[in-house]
């Protein structure tokens, strides 16, 4: 009496279909543009106490209308640390320029993280602006 096993055959079919699986998430995720969402006008006129931290579209960083010098986090921190001690609130608000380099948005959390922040808000601008 012959008989065929088939549990080979579904291990290579369930090995194809976990490899297409990802591949197609990863090809649906290359090549989308990202809008990012536009605020309510009620939640983006709140203004909420914290170190206000500003990525400008040439690098440039300014915490608290002062500026740091380009890439230098240490520089950042620092300041960080230094407005930290005139408020009670650890928050670190992020007004980012849509055309600002999201890796500096990175570092400048990792820094704020370091400096001893303990929360974060990104800043919006009301919808239809």
């Known amino acids: 009496m012959a008989e065929i096993n088939i ?3 579904v291990d290579i079919f369930l ?4 490899i297409f699986m990802v591949t197609s998430s990863v090809m649906s ?5 990202v809008t990012l969402p536009q605020a309510s006008p009620a939640s983006a006129t709140v203004q909420p106490e914290g170190v206000i931290v500003e990525l400008l579209p ?8 002062e500026p740091v010098p380009a890439g230098d986090f240490d520089a950042l921190q620092s ?14 608000v992020l007004q980012g320029d849509r055309k600002a380099f999201l890796g ?10 370091r400096a001893g922040a303990q929360r974060f808000a990104i800043a919006t601008t009301p919808e239809g602006k």
């Not at 090995?15 to 976990?18: K, R």
């Open 7 to 9: 549990t080979p055959l």
């Open 15 to 18: 090995v194809l279909l976990i």
């Open 29 to 33: 995720q290359m090549g989308v543009e």
């Open 58 to 65: 040439d690098g440039g960083i300014k915490v608290n209308d």
């Open 79 to 92: 300041k960080v640390a230094a407005a930290f001690t005139k408020t009670t609130s650890r928050l670190v």
């Open 104 to 113: 500096n948005a990175i570092q400048v959390m990792d820094s704020s993280r």
